[in-house]
């Protein structure tokens, strides 16, 4: 590897990307959905960990980035995926799907022991990120169900001390609030 993208990767994020170029193609690949042109990177080496300067990896990017696609996401868990990865948000994987409302990402991160309650650079954890940027909608109530029902702490408030039942009951979000409520989401 020539020094100046040595230098150029390390001041990139630190991430230890053992082949750039591999890695990079992974991470489009992942972006554009391609399945299997993703597959046949990884097969060649490539890293689904590896971050690029904005702190992606293909991993994350299949979270969030390519719409609600359990098959890309299962291939990068079923190929070392760091489910505790965090973005530049300090986000996790069920961070970025919970905000997207995608449910079957959502169960699959939880299947894989993603942390439910950790809170990103935001102040907001999965839960509060489905609420307060979901639509309230079918998928967004189910993102919220599942997260609830894995075991996350529903009084965990934002920076600001509102809480995931308060968001639900400020954006007439019902049924969120009904599930909170069942949970045992305090007033």
Do not use: F
């Amino acid at each position: 590897m020539p020094a100046t993208l040595v230098l150029l990767v390390a001041a990139c994020g630190g991430s230890d990307e053992s082949d750039p170029e591999l890695n990079a193609n992974l991470r489009e690949a992942t972006r554009a959905g391609r399945l299997a042109e993703a597959r046949g990177l990884i097969e060649q080496g490539a890293d689904v960990n590896a971050k690029d300067g904005t702190e992606q990896s293909a991993y994350l990017l299949a979270t969030s980035e390519v719409g609600e696609s359990p098959a890309l996401l299962d291939l990068m868990l079923g190929s070392g995926a760091d489910v505790q990865a965090k973005d530049s948000y300090n986000g996790t994987g069920l961070i970025r799907a919970a905000h997207r409302g995608y449910p079957e990402l959502v169960r699959r991160l939880i299947e894989a022991g993603v942390e439910l309650d950790h809170v990103n650079r935001l102040g907001w954890t999965a839960l509060l990120e489905a609420i307060i940027l979901g639509d309230g909608g079918h998928d967004q109530v189910e993102t919220v169900r599942l997260i609830v029902e894995a075991g996350a702490d529903v009084n965990i408030a934002d920076n600001e001390g509102v809480t995931p039942l308060e968001h639900a009951e400020q954006a007439g979000y019902d049924e969120i609030g009904a599930i909170l409520v069942a949970a045992g989401a305090a007033r």
